[in-house]
């Protein structure tokens, strides 16, 4: 599964926190969640960590859930 590539995040002084992928605005983030992104984008992957906040992380299974048979339409 290919690595998260292209997302960047500001800081900005209200506290707010807006997360852009391939500068298209992905999320605003605000308040607690605001603080604990931060938190959680300073310790691990922030590629990664920006894919997860921004729901863009399920890439690269579609396909094989799609032909399951269980799927099958």
Do not use: C
């Amino acid at each position: 599964m290919p690595r998260p590539h292209g997302f960047t995040y500001a800081h900005h002084s209200d506290g707010t926190v807006t997360i852009t992928h391939h500068t298209h605005p992905a999320t605003t983030l605000r308040g607690p969640r605001a603080t604990r992104f931060l938190t959680e984008v300073e310790s691990g992957d922030p590629q990664l960590v920006m894919a997860r906040w921004t729901g863009n992380y399920k890439r690269g299974n579609e396909r094989t859930a799609r032909n399951h048979p269980r799927n099958a339409r």
